[in-house]
């Protein structure tokens, strides 16, 4: 047998033992295997992939879409009714000689519930939209810039200082802080989108992701601005509106590809709160840090509107 026929033969009978092993591989894989159930009787089943756990369209729980919006200002706890015109505006206000030392400081909870931090004593409750306390606990005073809730934790964003912010989970049940990362750039604008936390840092060029269990930093794409950014969601998208510059929206629950649509609808440089309220297709934010003053985001329109400065009251005037 010449060399050439000898080598062909050999490869021949490596592939069919190649794939005689092939074979008995997958049907090992796909061996059916038997288990228990709660009734310990036997059952038999594939064996199979887990499934995936996918999370609902508009499964935020904590979106305000109810005809109101609440935020924080000072001493005051503020309720906006934006089904009514004009709109009502009421006051949750704590006095200087309750246990409230400083300003409160809100984030939304499932239930239509908000979660409150005094910034100087500590003191953290739950209010509900008809403005009654409940759930009173006392932890370590803290300085607190913008709080968020994701999978049952708070996330607290502390400014310390220029340009440095820390970020800190707080478990309302266990009265648990736990401190998680440090960067060297101020956070000023933060929402949560599918899971993970959309951060816009004090003047910088670079919109980001924070992923709270992996406890790291990603760029999401380049703003290319200077200016204030405001942060919202709303129907399973997320937008970025850069105070005299760009607006831009993420696709349909899809953080990293975004697409302009739109310039310089805010002339001003504000600041949106991480508080707003989805009501008849627009979207109602607090824009800072001039007198905070209430705008309307139509989503249908494609336009931002101001809709009335408010009034908020003095320390003088608290009760």
Known sequence: MCKACKIEAWTVLFKAKYLKKKNKLIKKLRKRRKRKNANNTQKIDS????????????D???????????????????????????????????????????????????????????????????????????????????????????????????????????IETYDYKKNKWRRMSDVDYDIWACVVFERKIIVAPFRNEYLKIFDPFANSFTYIFRVQSWGAIS????????????????VFESLHRDYWQWTCIGKNWINDDIFGLHLFSFYNDSIYFIGIPHAPSLYEFNLKAL???LIDHLYTWSDDESE
């Not at 064996?47 to 508009?58: F, G, R, V």
């Not at 942060?231 to 760009?246: G, P």
Request: aromatic content about 12%; overall charge neutral.
């Open 60 to 166: 935020n729980q904590c979106l305000q879409n109810n005809g109101y919006l609440f935020y924080f200002s000072g001493y005051n706890i503020v309720k906006i009714n934006l089904s009514l015109s004009p709109i009502e505006t009421e006051y949750k206000t704590f006095s200087k000689n309750s246990d409230i030392e400083r300003e409160v400081i809100i984030c939304a909870i499932p239930n239509q519930l908000f979660l409150c931090i005094d910034c100087g004593k500590g003191l953290v409750f739950i209010i509900n939209q008809n403005l009654e306390i409940s759930g009173t606990k006392k932890t370590a005073p803290r300085d607190y810039c913008m709080l968020l809730y994701l999978e049952e934790l708070i996330y607290a964003f502390t400014r310390k200082g220029n340009y440095y912010t820390m």
């Open 231 to 246: 942060l919202l969601v709303a129907n399973d998208r997320c937008y970025c509106i850069i105070s005299n510059s760009f």
């Open 303 to 305: 336009e931002i509107t």
């Open 47 to 58: 064996c199979k992939a887990p499934l995936l756990s996918l999370i609902k369209e508009n």
